[in-house]
């Protein structure tokens, strides 16, 4: 499964596991708090802030060369990017502090740890990778004026990335990818817009300054429909064989993309 869908709202599968593991910690906290002791509550609340704080400082340092360029960007969580072990250390850190004077509590904060890891793993189990779906048939026109298979685009690791221009997410991360694209010799990428107009699709990398590899047009949404990705912007990374071997749906961090490239040659 690529994607989940409530609403207007899309999750990749370990964005909903995440959000369904801070849920059941939370709805567990408050059952203790009620039935143990109303200190469960705070300790909660408190727990789950550090532990994503923890783990996004985690990651931020971890990857500190390329958050050094830009360090407002460890503000951008909606990009993910989160170190787990750093988090955990954060909020054991902060239980300890807080039920220091009560020690038989400390026991039960593994009701709730323990309700959320396994509604998190049986949510990633359950949507463990996708389909090893071949590059789709037929031609495209691209903007160069030129006419693209992209089945015949086997031999080396591609990062397909689905966009367009109206689609705020994508022309957040578009500069990143470019700029990865250009100094990037391990993976071809390959831009598939969305269901644009050639001038719209042209005027827009215009006007941005863009330096793009191969832009194709998918007036139709065929790409989207191929890869059944129910938005956009939807980053694919395909091995050497043409074959998919895993999809980022939702706005894309440099550091995902890297990693993405990288275990397209492990």
């Not at 700029?179 to 817009?193: E, G, P, Q, T």
């Not at 139709?220 to 999809?247: E, K, M, N, Q, W």
Request: glycine letters at 10%.
């Amino acid at each position: 499964m690529n994607a989940f869908s409530i609403g207007p709202l899309m999750f990749s599968p370990d964005r909903f596991a995440a959000v369904l593991a801070i849920g059941t910690f939370l709805a567990s906290a408050e059952l203790l708090a009620r039935n143990v002791d109303p200190r469960f509550s705070g300790w909660s609340w408190r727990a789950g802030l550090a532990f994503l704080i923890g783990a996004r400082l985690g990651h931020v340092v971890r990857h500190f060369d390329s958050f050094g360029a830009e360090p407002m960007r460890a503000l951008a969580v909606w990009q993910g990017g989160f170190l787990i072990p750093a988090g955990i250390a954060a909020a054991l850190a902060i239980t300890l502090i807080y039920l220091r004077r009560q020690p038989r509590l400390l026991i039960w904060t593994s009701v709730p740890v323990a309700a959320a890891a396994f509604t998190a793993m049986l949510v990633i189990q359950l949507t463990a990778g996708v389909p090893p779906t071949p590059l789709p048939s037929g031609t495209y026109h691209a903007l160069d004026g030129s006419a693209v298979a992209p089945a015949s685009l086997t031999g080396k690791p591609m990062v397909v990335n689905l966009w367009a221009s109206w689609c705020p997410p994508c022309r957040r991360e578009m500069p990143m990818m470019a700029d990865i694209a250009a100094a990037n010799d391990k993976a071809f990428f390959l831009f598939v817009n969305q269901g644009e107009e050639e001038a719209t699709v042209r005027s827009y990398i215009e006007a941005e300054g863009l330096a793009l590899g191969p832009v194709l047009l998918d007036g139709l949404g065929r790409f989207s429909r191929h890869y059944t990705t129910p938005g956009l912007p939807a980053t694919l990374f395909v091995g050497a064989d043409g074959r998919l071997r895993s999809i980022h749906m939702g706005e894309i961090s440099r550091e995902a993309v890297l990693d993405g490239i990288a275990e397209l040659h492990e």
